[in-house]
């Protein structure tokens, strides 16, 4: 239980719905087995569930803070970091997409200058079913590219042929996963003293267009939402 929390970066909600389903399907093969192994015991029961938490306090990341990460990033040459950074803020996606992006996602000729967008290729996202839903993304060149020159450059520099755009140099160069990007966030919250987290840069991308003059029903567009209603979660105007 406790290395779950500690190391897995679950909440302690999160390991009280796992053990519940755990504990579910051993009173399942409890119910199965019974004649062919009476003495079976669903021991998950035993377990003591770590104790509620409240929800995460939201953090409404400014500009100022997200450019000091960028150039503490910078300065000590983590360009893969500093490009992911730079993704997230100019494209709000989630971590679980962030991972599916290719070095051939932002390119001139994904360029749209009508927009001032790079525009992907449908990637997964989240959505309804087991597998959520197909969708193209949008990334404001203007943000990400100082940063993705950079990375581009330095993957050259270490030679790197992985086609997934970040990744990890755990155990060799691996695609990214989203184990990295928790890593990172943890990594980023130390930085700036705050709680920094994936999703806030999505609130970040939202906040940033709708201050640059973008109607919300374009801004719902551009984060994927079915309902202008939850896009307005998402902008921190004061």
């Given at each position: 239980k406790d290395w779950i929390i500690n190391t897995q970066n679950l909440s302690s909600n999160r390991v009280r719905q796992l053990k519940s389903t755990i504990s579910s399907m051993s009173n399942f093969i409890c119910d199965m087995l019974d004649e062919?192994?009476?003495?079976?015991?669903n021991i998950v029961n035993k377990i003591k569930p770590p104790a509620k938490q409240d929800v995460r306090e939201k953090t409404v990341l400014s500009n100022e803070q997200v450019e000091n990460l960028l150039n503490i990033l910078v300065e000590n040459k983590k360009y893969c970091q500093a490009c992911a950074v730079a993704?997230?803020?100019?494209?709000?996606?989630?971590?679980?997409?962030?991972?599916?992006?290719?070095?051939?996602?932002?390119?001139?000729?994904?360029?749209?200058?009508?927009?001032?967008?790079?525009?992907?290729?449908?990637?997964?996202?989240?959505?309804?079913?087991?597998?959520?839903?197909?969708?193209?993304?949008?990334?404001?060149?203007?943000?990400?590219?100082?940063?993705?020159?950079?990375?581009?450059?330095?993957?050259?520099?270490?030679?790197i042929t992985c086609d997934n755009l970040f990744i990890s140099n755990y155990n060799g160069y691996q695609p990214a996963d989203k184990h990295t990007i928790d890593s990172w966030m943890l990594t980023f919250s130390k930085l700036l003293k705050t709680d920094v987290y994936a999703h806030a840069f999505r609130h970040y991308a939202a906040t940033w267009?709708?201050?640059?003059?973008v109607e919300?029903?374009?801004?719902?567009?551009?984060?994927?939402?079915?309902?202008?209603?939850?896009t307005e979660i998402y902008i921190d105007i004061g």
């Open positions: 062919e192994y009476p003495n079976f015991k993704c997230l803020a100019a494209s709000g996606v989630r971590k679980g997409e962030i991972i599916q992006f290719k070095t051939d996602f932002l390119t001139e000729e994904r360029y749209d200058k009508d927009t001032g967008f790079y525009i992907t290729p449908e990637i997964r996202c989240k959505g309804a079913g087991k597998r959520g839903k197909v969708m193209t993304k949008f990334v404001i060149r203007d943000i990400v590219d100082p940063y993705l020159k950079l990375w581009l450059e330095q993957r050259k520099e270490l030679g267009l709708k201050k640059n003059g919300i029903s374009k801004i719902r567009d551009f984060l994927g939402h079915n309902d202008s209603s939850t």
